[in-house]
C-alpha cells in the first residue's frame, strides 16, 4: 500500500490575509508535520506591502525553518489594466475573476514584475521556489 501523504497550497498570502489564514494553519500544525507552500503577494492590493510588516515576515521566516516554501504569487494580485474589449477578455477578467494580475500584461510588464518580486524575494534572502500567477492566469 502506498504511504500517505499531504501538503498544503495557501494562495494569496499577505499581511491583511493572515487573520484569516492563522486558526486555520493552527489546526493544520496541530496534525502532524503537514508541508505548506505559501504563495506569497508582497504588496495585497497595493495596500499592504510585505516589507512593512516585519512581524509577518518573520511569521514567514519560521515556516521557512521549518520546511515550509515561499512562492511568489505575483505583485499586487489585482487586475489594474483598462477594461476589457472582447466579450472573452470581460468574462475572463470580470466573471472567472478580477485578480489576474498577468493576464492583461505584456511581456515586458510581466518581466519587470517579475524582476521586482525576485528582488523582494532577494533583499528578505528567502529563496524563491517558484511563481504563480494569480488566478492562474497569463497573458
Same mark, same amino acid.
Given at each position: 500500500?502506498?504511504?500517505?501523504?499531504?501538503?498544503?497550497?495557501?494562495?494569496?498570502?499577505?499581511?491583511? !490575509? #493572515?487573520?484569516? =489564514?492563522?486558526?486555520?494553519? @493552527?489546526?493544520?500544525?496541530?496534525?502532524?508535520?503537514?508541508? $505548506?507552500?505559501?504563495?506569497? $503577494?508582497?504588496?495585497?492590493?497595493?495596500?499592504?506591502?510585505?516589507?512593512?510588516?516585519?512581524?509577518?515576515?518573520?511569521?514567514?521566516?519560521?515556516?521557512?525553518?521549518?520546511?515550509?516554501?515561499?512562492?511568489?504569487?505575483?505583485? =499586487?494580485?489585482?487586475?489594474?489594466?483598462?477594461?476589457?474589449?472582447?466579450?472573452?477578455? #470581460?468574462?475572463?477578467?470580470?466573471?472567472? !475573476?478580477?485578480?489576474?494580475?498577468? =493576464?492583461?500584461?505584456?511581456?515586458?510588464?510581466?518581466?519587470?514584475?517579475? @524582476? @521586482?518580486?525576485?528582488?523582494?524575494?532577494?533583499?528578505? @534572502? #528567502?529563496?524563491?521556489?517558484?511563481?504563480?500567477?494569480?488566478? #492562474?492566469?497569463?497573458?
Amino acid at each position: 500500500m502506498a504511504e500517505r501523504s499531504l501538503m498544503l497550497v495557501l494562495h494569496d498570502v499577505a499581511p491583511e !490575509t #493572515w487573520p484569516d =489564514y492563522r486558526p486555520f494553519l @493552527q489546526e493544520v500544525d496541530a496534525l502532524g508535520d503537514v508541508p $505548506v507552500s505559501w504563495l506569497v $503577494v508582497p504588496d495585497f492590493h497595493r495596500r499592504n506591502r510585505l516589507e512593512d510588516h516585519p512581524e509577518f515576515c518573520c511569521m514567514l521566516e519560521g515556516r521557512l525553518a521549518r520546511g515550509d516554501e515561499l512562492v511568489l504569487h505575483g505583485c =499586487y494580485h489585482a487586475d489594474e489594466a483598462p477594461p476589457p474589449r472582447s466579450p472573452r477578455d #470581460w468574462f475572463m477578467r470580470r466573471i472567472f !475573476t478580477h485578480e489576474g494580475e498577468f =493576464y492583461s500584461l505584456d511581456e515586458a510588464e510581466s518581466a519587470r514584475r517579475l @524582476q @521586482q518580486g525576485i528582488e523582494l524575494f532577494a533583499r528578505l @534572502q #528567502w529563496p524563491l521556489h517558484g511563481f504563480v500567477a494569480p488566478a #492562474w492566469l497569463l497573458g
